[in-house]
């Protein structure tokens, strides 16, 4: 298989990750029972349960949660969506016999442009949790943001410990639940 093919079979997978986070953030409508969990048939976005889980967020802060997730979910993920074509599009311009350099420099800024509107959108998404979580929720909310903006981050670490050799370490099996639910 050719680097091309890898490539453009891996934009296509990253693509399908995000449209599924997406439609699932839309689809779950923030019900939730007074005891914590979720409605019966209602489709709970994946971060959402790593977020429950290690922080052990309230109804309350659950709401909130789903508010925000939503929110960035969505904008989050119509910027993927706009990256993953300028990528393609740098690509193709930069593999044709004579690319024009005008072009490029055009697809490189708004690439840039929409880099910069993606951290700005995970800060306050990360803001916006901060504010709900009480100050020991907030160390382990930083804990999850530090794992996840590690490119080498595994989120396994922080329900079991240290990966890597030695007592208690293990590989990072994390990788296969989804680019999408690791990074920011």
């Known amino acids: 298989m050719t680097r091309d093919r890898v490539l453009i079979w891996a934009v296509l997978v990253l693509l399908?990750?995000?449209?599924?986070?997406?439609?699932?953030?839309?689809?779950?409508?923030?019900?939730?029972?007074?005891?914590?969990?979720?409605a019966v048939g209602e489709v709970v976005d994946a971060r959402q349960i790593l977020f429950r889980e290690h922080l052990g967020l309230t109804a309350s802060q659950e709401r909130d949660f789903v508010r925000l997730n939503s929110s960035f979910s969505q904008n989050a993920g119509r910027m993927t969506v706009r990256l993953d074509q300028l990528r393609r599009e740098m690509v193709e311009e930069l593999s044709k016999p004579d690319p024009e350099m005008k072009v490029i420099e055009k697809i490189t800024e708004e690439i840039g442009s929409l880099h910069s509107d993606l951290k700005m959108e995970t800060a306050e998404y990360y803001l916006g949790m901060k504010k709900v979580c009480?100050?020991?929720?907030?160390?382990l909310l930083r804990e999850m943001f530090m794992v996840m903006s590690d490119p080498e981050g595994d989120l396994n670490t922080l329900f079991r410990g240290p990966i890597g050799p030695g007592p208690g370490g293990r590989g990072r099996n994390m990788r296969g639940f989804g680019r999408g639910m690791n990074r920011f």
């Open 134 to 139: 009480t100050p020991e929720q907030q160390v």
């Open 16 to 38: 399908a990750v995000n449209i599924a986070t997406i439609i699932s953030a839309l689809r779950y409508s923030g019900k939730v029972k007074s005891d914590g969990t979720e």
